[in-house]
T-cell receptor, first 114, second 111 residues
Framework: EPEVTQTPSHQVTQMGQEVILRCVPI?????FYWYRQILGQKVEFLVS????????KSEIFDDQFSVERPDGSNFTLKIRSTKLEDSAMYFC????????????FGSGTQLSVL | GENVEQHPSTLSVQEGDSAVIKCTYS??????FPWYKQELGKGPQLIID?????GEKKDQRIAVTLNKTAKHFSLHITETQPEDSAVYFC??????????FGKGTKLSVIP
């Protein structure tokens, strides 16, 4: 069964450092997303991406965040200068035809900012 | 924006019993309501979803009901099994804007 894959599974970084989280969405999917989940809290939307541009973003997705689809398969989330409060599980997701429907999630990258 | 409330936060049932998780939403424009199951160390997995033009949908032991007037929807799991133990999230959204998730319900099925 096709799945969304994310690397690394765990990332530890120092405050102020840049991190790049990587995702390979399901190959025939058209829409890509990043969500995050702070420990014990709800899953929160960050950004959606379609046709090589951002479709929608939340208040969390400020100038420190950026997304890119550098080639035909990868989808990345960059945090330019990490803060302690960026510590969370980051999930990549993709959907085939419909924006914001039938999302398939990856297993996540646990980001710890020290 | 949309606000989704989910209850209960924890639920314990005996194996074989039914489990019901309830969610309410605030934005009448929401027309898509998925339910996700999250097992430890994994990402949320879509288990069932419903659109606002349908009142009920069933898939084997899982069913979802939607009351548009009252803005609430529920997940029903019958004949629960230990492997149903997980955190369940409801969500609401529309094609034009992102999914908003509830806070989750930790379901424990006791053998």
């Amino acid at each position: 069964e096709p799945e969304v894959t994310q690397t690394p599974s765990h990332q530890v970084t120092q405050m102020g450092q840049e991190v790049i989280l990587r995702c390979v969405p399901i190959s025939n999917h058209l829409y890509f997303y990043w969500y995050r989940q702070i420990l014990g809290q709800k899953v929160e939307f960050l950004v959606s991406f379609y046709n090589n541009e951002i479709s929608e973003k939340s208040e969390i997705f400020d100038d420190q965040f950026s997304v890119e689809r550098p080639d035909g398969s990868n989808f990345t989330l960059k945090i330019r200068s990490t803060k302690l409060e960026d510590s969370a599980m980051y999930f990549c997701a993709s959907s085939e035809f419909l924006h914001n429907e039938k999302l398939f999630f990856g297993s996540g990258t646990q980001l710890s900012v020290l | 924006g949309e606000n989704v409330e989910q209850h209960p936060s924890t639920l314990s049932v005996q194996e074989g019993d039914s489990a019901v998780i309830k969610c309410t939403y605030s934005d009448s424009a929401s027309n898509y309501f998925p339910w996700y199951k999250q097992e430890l160390g994994k990402g949320p997995q879509l288990i069932i979803d419903i659109r606002s033009n349908v009142g009920e949908k069933k898939d084997q032991r899982i069913a979802v009901t939607l009351n548009k007037t009252a803005k609430h929807f529920s997940l029903h799991i019958t004949e629960t099994q230990p492997e149903d133990s997980a955190v369940y999230f409801c969500a609401a959204g529309a094609g034009s804007y992102q999914l908003t998730f509830g806070k989750g319900t930790k379901l424990s099925v006791i053998p």
